[in-house]
């Protein structure tokens, strides 16, 4: 049904630390292995080992670089997947009901035995979260691992999106948005993050908690801002070599 | 956008058919027997062959029937449900003037409707996108329904009211554009807006996801079209609403100027709708540092 739930009891997303994110893509990679050999069409590639090599992801990292006036420039990795948006575009725009939001935690799914591969729910994200699947004909998108969260085979540990538990830099975040003392609501408020594109109205779930700021270092021009690590002026020496130095600069 | 040849021969050729439906569902020209049946068949050649070939692009084309279901938040599946209607209300009117020699307006009235709501629908398909924001404005409406006005009487054989048409479709099509060219800035089309880092100082794309190209460049970050956006502009504009206008109202009509005045219409057309989607630029691309002016 495309018709998005007035409500959701839970909201399960993502908070990601776009402080701590190093760009490393381990979360790409971990997402494309769970999702490639568990639920649902497998995350094709085409032409994988030729002149042209295109494929599925659910998830991919854009690196980013920020530079504010007369300050250095920083490097910003920007981790980009389905944000399971409460006023989601993608669902109401899908002709066939193949795309929803659950109603119990608020994960936005397609059915891909409904999916025609018609594209419109790709078009009406903002985000590109939405690929669709050139080998299947069918939209992929990031199920929030939910083959994994509730899969009482696995440990407890691993009970949480493929992404998060493969980060080594701990950037990413699982938990309960609707939980206002949960791990991530808190991350979130404190840290101040603020929904994603916010002018194109969706209510994403997921946050990005903004990279903190940066020691303000001041660099008065063009003087290099290692220099007082870097002895360059050699300290006077006394003795013997004191006075060769004093000697030869007198010639 | 990715001007995918099957979606514009489908909102092009369906349109038209739609349009001439409705002329001839009013009794517009007042025809019957065999050439109302000629019309008629003309009329659903295009509108059924412009539905068909919008499935060319679906992944899986068997599963479309299942479209029909969800008109209740999506303009894709209203489109579907319009167009059935009005192809069967429509096929009713023109079964019994055909067949039985019957008129029965009140059902031709409620088959034109439906062929005006239908193409309304499939214009909302484009025109609902916040994430396209060319798209997203009144005029993207307007503009189709002004094209199945204009073709749709050009093809009843209506040749001066389809002379007032594409005066009025230039016009709707000139006020797209216009609008159209604002709206990117105005929906806050910049990278700093789509990555929230803006607070931070200005932002550029240091590496991309990838080294290839990837579903979402191939479908949302088009940009041969704006290269020639303004030719295009004047391709269409001269072809579908200038000459063929000034060729219907200021010489005798006939098959000949007629015939002229539809290749012309139809260059304008297919042009018009290509720079439709290839010139519109989907918010996507701000990811990937495009759309920069």
Excluded at chain 1, 164 to 170: D, H
Excluded at chain 2, 260 to 268: P, Y
């Amino acid at each position: 049904m495309t018709t998005l739930p007035q409500t959701t009891q839970k909201k399960l997303g993502l908070a990601i630390d776009l402080d701590i994110c190093v760009g490393c893509h381990a979360c790409v990679i971990n997402c494309k292995e769970w999702n490639t050999s568990n639920y649902g069409a497998p995350l094709s590639d085409q032409d994988a080992y030729g002149a042209n090599p295109v494929g599925t992801f659910l998830n991919r990292i854009h690196t980013y670089e920020v530079k504010a006036e007369n300050k250095p420039a920083q490097t910003v990795h920007f981790p980009k997947s389905c944000l399971h948006c409460e006023d989601a575009p993608c669902v109401t725009v899908c002709p066939t009901g193949a795309s929803y939001k659950r109603v119990e935690d608020g994960i936005v799914l397609v059915n891909e035995s409904d999916c025609i591969g018609c594209g419109l729910c790709a078009w009406a994200c903002p985000y590109g979260a939405r690929e669709l699947d050139a080998k299947e004909g069918v939209m992929k998108k990031c199920t929030l691992c939910v083959d994994r969260i509730y899969n009482e085979n696995l440990p407890e540990e691993d009970r949480e999106p493929a992404c998060v538990r493969t980060c080594p830099a701990n950037a990413r975040h699982f938990g309960d948005f609707a939980d206002p003392d949960s791990n991530v609501s808190v991350m979130s408020r404190e840290r101040g993050a603020v929904p994603l594109f916010d002018e194109q109205g969706t209510k994403p779930v997921n946050r990005y908690l903004p990279p903190r700021p940066k020691a303000d270092i001041q660099t008065d021009g063009d003087i290099d801002i290692l220099a007082p690590f870097l002895d360059t002026t050699p300290s006077p020496q006394k003795g013997l070599l004191g006075w060769l130095d004093k000697a030869l600069e007198a010639i | 956008m990715h001007p995918a040849p099957s979606v514009i021969v489908f909102t092009a050729l369906s349109g038209l058919g739609f349009g001439l439906l409705a002329f001839l569902a009013l009794g517009i020209p007042d025809v019957s027997g065999t050439t109302a049946f000629i019309f008629f068949f003309l009329g659903y050649a295009l509108a059924v062959g412009g539905l068909i070939s919008s499935t060319f692009h679906l992944g899986n084309p068997q599963r479309a029937l299942k479209a029909f279901s969800q008109w209740r938040t999506s303009w894709l599946s209203r489109e579907g449900v319009f167009a059935v209607l009005a192809l069967s209300v429509t096929g009713i009117y023109a079964a019994a003037l055909i067949f039985l020699d019957q008129k029965l307006p009140v059902v031709g009235m409620i088959g034109a409707a439906l062929s005006m709501v239908s193409v309304f629908c499939t214009s909302m398909i484009y025109g609902q996108l916040k994430t396209v924001p060319r798209w997203n404005q009144p005029m993207t409406p307007a503009v189709f329904i002004f094209f199945t006005l204009a073709g749709g009487a050009l093809l009843a054989a209506q040749l001066k009211l389809a002379a007032l048409f594409m005066i009025i479709l230039g016009g709707a099509q000139l006020l797209h554009w216009m609008i159209g060219d604002k709206r990117l800035n105005q929906e806050g089309g910049t990278i700093e807006a789509a990555t929230g880092l803006g607070h931070l100082g200005k932002v550029r794309l240091l590496e991309s996801p990838h080294s290839g190209e990837n579903y979402l460049l191939k479908e949302m970050a088009h940009e041969v079209g704006r290269k020639h956006a303004s030719k295009l502009r004047m391709i269409t504009i001269l072809f579908a609403c200038a000459l063929p206008a000034l060729l219907l109202l200021f010489t005798t009509p006939g098959h000949a100027t007629a015939a002229i005045a539809i290749v012309l219409h139809l260059i304008g057309l297919f042009a018009g709708r290509w720079l439709f989607f290839a010139e519109a630029e989907h918010v996507v691309a701000l990811y990937y540092d495009r759309h920069r002016a």
